[in-house]
């Protein structure tokens, strides 16, 4: 266990590093988890406009688990202290996926969960999280097809009713 301990402070610490590197003033919470009573977040990061509460995990496996209480938690200490909360996920070879927690799956026993396709489908990936890029779907650049006109000029052209030239000149 202390092991898998050493991995996720490890994991925890590369986050860190990367919302310094990333312009965010952030810190990792002394004692997260299981050293003292009151429960914090693992990460707490700010760029000035936008504070986070973050509690990280990471898994070489898939899915991540997160106890009700461990949601809990983080959702009390963000309401209190004025920041978003946010679930950061990273699976192995992956970068990290940010989570609002009302946007996980809920287990029957009142946990979540992330698994790996979800993180990488739904996610909000590290650079849209810092603001350096946004999400683009399929759905948001699909081509709709050719304009209506221009179906109706090569419809003409087709039944022979323009010729090659008058055609070309409509569709410029």
């Not at 994991?11 to 860190?16: G, I, P």
């Not at 952030?26 to 707490?44: K, Q, W």
């Not at 927690?101 to 739904?122: I, M």
């Amino acid at each position: 266990m202390a092991n898998s301990n050493a991995k996720g402070d490890r994991r925890e610490r590369e986050l860190v590093n990367a919302l310094d590197e990333a312009g965010f003033a952030v810190m990792r919470a002394p004692a997260s988890g299981s050293a003292t009573e009151r429960e914090l977040p693992d990460v707490l990061s700010g760029d000035g406009e936008t504070f986070y509460a973050i509690e990280a995990k990471s898994s070489a496996g898939d899915p991540i688990y997160l106890t009700g209480e461990e949601v809990e938690a983080l959702l009390f200490f963000a309401r209190n202290f004025g920041a978003k909360p946010r679930i950061a996920v990273r699976f192995d070879r992956e970068d990290w996926y940010f989570f609002h927690p009302a946007d996980l799956h809920t287990t029957g026993g009142g946990n979540y969960r992330v698994k790996k396709e979800k993180a990488l489908s739904d996610g909000t990936d590290f650079d849209e999280f810092v603001g350096h890029s946004e999400k683009v779907t399929l759905d948001d650049v699909a081509d709709n097809g050719p304009d209506q006109s221009v179906l109706d000029v090569l419809s003409a052209f087709e039944r022979g009713d323009l010729d090659k030239e008058e055609a070309a000149a409509m569709l410029e």
